[in-house]
């Protein structure tokens, strides 16, 4: 069964640094990997896909990075903001059998972002 | 924009009544989703379904049902809800896995309490 898993599970740095939240997922077997961002009480939002065959997907100061081969996915936040404090999940999409099209999403990593 | 609407944001039920949690997407996506989320255990997978009048059991289906008459609706049902079922419920739809543009859209949540 696939396996999600994110490092850290929270992180609090001040104003301004540039930072890289790691996932890790044990099946190479993946059709894409999205990576979503929760405010506390709400719905996910979502902030970059990348599919398996794509190395990179960057939008703003946010640029994820996909090793399928190596099972690991980075989310590097350029110049953080106090408003990028969130929780932020990454999600594997399963291409093959009877788990084809299923998401696994690891338990997150809690920003902190103080001014 | 894609619409992901769930049509309770508070609910508050009692022990052994019957829950209707709604949700309806707006943009003809195959695949929604039904998750529960609790603290320090992430999002589970409750049950999914691959296209109208088709689903598939996730990793937590029991005391719940669903129902996808309709591809834009996706409904769970809990048959005689109990207080263990208190919880964030949380929809999420995209298109088939093998689709252009086949990101996961998220609905605002549910947030369910059972007395």
């Known amino acids: 069964k696939q396996e999600v898993t994110q490092i850290p599970a929270a992180l609090s740095v001040p104003e301004g640094e540039n930072l890289v939240l790691n996932c890790s997922f044990t099946?190479?077997?993946?059709?894409?990997l999205q990576w979503f961002r929760q405010d506390p009480g709400k719905g996910l939002t979502s902030l970059l896909l990348?599919?398996?065959?794509?190395r990179e997907q960057t939008s703003g100061r946010l640029n994820a990075s996909l090793d399928k081969s190596s099972g690991r996915s980075t989310l590097y936040i350029a110049a953080s903001q106090p408003g990028d404090s969130a929780t932020y999940l990454c999600?594997?999409?399963?291409?093959?059998?009877?788990?084809?099209?299923?998401?696994?999403f690891g338990r997150g990593t809690q920003l902190t972002v103080w001014p | 924009d894609v619409k992901v609407t769930q049509s309770s944001r508070y609910l508050v039920k009692r022990t052994g009544e019957k829950v209707f949690l709604e949700c309806v997407q707006d943009?003809?996506?195959?695949?929604m989703f039904w998750y529960r989320q609790d603290p320090g255990l992430g999002l589970r997978l409750i049950y999914f379904?691959?296209?109208?009048?088709?689903?598939e059991k996730g990793d937590i289906p029991e005391g719940y049902s669903v129902s996808r008459e309709k591809k834009e609706r996706f409904s769970l049902i809990l048959e005689s809800a109990s207080t263990n079922q208190t919880s964030m419920y949380l929809c999420?739809?995209?298109?088939?896995?093998?689709?252009?543009?086949?990101?996961?859209?998220f609905g605002e949540g549910s947030w369910l309490t059972v007395v």
């Open positions: 099946d190479s077997a993946i059709y894409n």
């Open positions: 943009m003809d996506h195959e695949n």
């Open positions: 999420a739809s995209g298109k088939y896995v093998d689709s252009l543009g086949n990101t996961i859209y």
């Open positions: 999600a594997v999409r399963a291409d093959r059998g009877s788990t084809l099209g299923r998401l696994y």
């Open positions: 990348i599919q398996s065959s794509q």
């Open positions: 379904s691959y296209d109208v009048k088709m689903k």
